[in-house]
């Protein structure tokens, strides 16, 4: 009881055990798995940091650019002739002045025109809702945007670009004009291919233009497109606020680095997501804590057996060595009543001691099956004076029982081990004889059918259960139904048939008797 109590805990230790190192695993999983996303997260953020970088020096280079050399040319064009008291030009009139240079500027501007307020009229006329704004925003725009130095330029309410002159606009005059935004691809793309958007250091100076993917729209109308195509997990994509000034506020930007380059950028690149490794460690802690429970199940499943075992043995031993014991003691002290008492008690002392070698004969090819130590030999013998000489051996054993033995065994050669398949039959008649009922007929048949020897017992008892049928032939395997009865026995014997059986390349199996019991059945090729 005490070894048992010793037992119960060593188990229930080792099951807490287990069950930790699989919560512990899953929780080093997980917190790998998430510090894992966290670097990812941290990485990505960083080189879309570096991409917004790079995509805000575009657009204040382009828009810096766009004032430069595209309006404030435009605006001197303009401003002279007013300067001078002329009428204010004409976009025709400046195109065709060759004094003047406006390469940047002429293909940006759509309409000239000036707004008076002190006749609250726009000249030449533009489309109403514009000219509605330029009466009633654009002065006092222009005056709130000098005094706090922002560029002369800025968007009307529906988004079109407008830039200016203040040379009246205490008069309540002011000239300007209006911006064709798809002329403005044109300053972006110059600053793109003039030099590095990124700063000199980022990337040690190894990151260029060619490792950014950039787009800015208008209205949904493309401006400019760099080579390649925009990865999310390494970009930015927004709408430009007042922030960027007036030129591209409103605009649409997508803007990626290359995933080659992030390794410039971020120290080790990126990390790939290592989740199915994570998992696969996972599940191969879980199959080692499933295969050490399920190990430990069959420890126990072997000490049970084990238990069983030496229970049966020491029982199958116990009965016969009484026996011996009883009827020796009786001859020795010649307590016998007469020579025919005399004579029962001998036969009694050879029929148990033919059980005891029986069952030694099992335990020992047992254990060698065990450790693969049996070996055969194999030669050409007579089945039925195999068969014969076998129950003629057992039928002290039968006789006890009151059990008769038939045959049907014709007279054919078969190459077995003459041994073995004694041990075989003897196995089977005795297996028939402890689990039929007393006074039964055990029939022993043997044919050769298609080059097959088959051998069959048939016995009365109460069969096999279809369900149970393959589990007999496992070792200490015993029927649910005869646990704890007083039919004893070890549990080898039909393993050691099956053992035999296996090394002379045959089958056995069990199934229902014609009349009833079962039938065991042996075939090996002849």
Known sequence: MAASSSDERRIAAI??????????????????????????????RAVRDFAAIATDELIRRAASSVESYGFQPMRQAIAAPLARGEAMPTLGKIHADRGVRLDDSLPLVKQIFMVDLNAHTVTPPVPKPLETWLLTRLLPAARERRSSGEPQSIRAGNHSLIAYGILQVDAGRIFGFLIDDAALGAFLQREFARRSIFPPSAGGGRVSNHDIFVSVS??????????????????????????????????????????????????????????PLYLAVLATTAGLVAAAAYLLHRE??????????????????????????????????????????????????????????????????????????VQLHVAEHDASTLVHETIEQFMPVAAARNVEITTAVSSVSVRVDADAWKQVLINLLENAVKYGPAGQTVRVGALVRDGVFRME??????????????????????????????????????????????????????????????????????
């Open 15 to 44: 099951v807490i055990l287990l069950g930790a190192a699989l919560f512990l695993s899953a929780v080093l999983t997980w917190q790998a798995v998430v510090a894992g996303m966290y670097h990812r997260f941290a990485a990505q």
């Open 218 to 275: 208008m209205n949904g109308r493309p401006l400019f497109r760099s080579p390649g195509s925009f990865h999310r997990d390494y970009g930015v994509a927004k709408v430009l606020g007042p922030e960027y000034g007036e030129v591209f506020r409103g605009a649409t930007v997508e803007s990626s680095v290359v995933p080659a380059a992030a390794r410039w950028l971020v120290f080790g690149g990126v990390p790939q997501s290592h989740l």
């Open 300 to 373: 126990r499943q072997l000490v049970r057996l084990r238990s069983d075992f030496i229970s049966g043995v020491s029982h199958e031993l116990r009965t016969p060595l009484t026996q011996i014991r009883m009827f020796a003691e009786t001859l020795l002290l010649d307590r016998v009543r007469s020579e025919e008492e005399g004579r029962r008690s001998l036969e009694i002392i050879d029929q148990e001691a033919r059980r005891l070698s029986h069952l030694v004969d099992n335990v020992l090819l047992f254990s060698r099956g065990e450790r693969g130590a």
């Open 457 to 526: 017992v048939d016995d009365e008892g109460p069969g096999v259960p279809e369900k149970e049928r393959e589990q007999i032939w496992e070792k200490f395997v015993r029927l649910e139904r005869d646990r704890g009865t007083h039919k004893a026995g070890t549990g080898i014997g039909l393993a050691v048939v099956r053992e035999i059986v296996s090394l002379h390349e045959g089958r056995c199996w069990v199934e229902d008797a014609p009349q009833r019991g079962s039938r065991f059945v042996v075939e090996v090729p002849r």
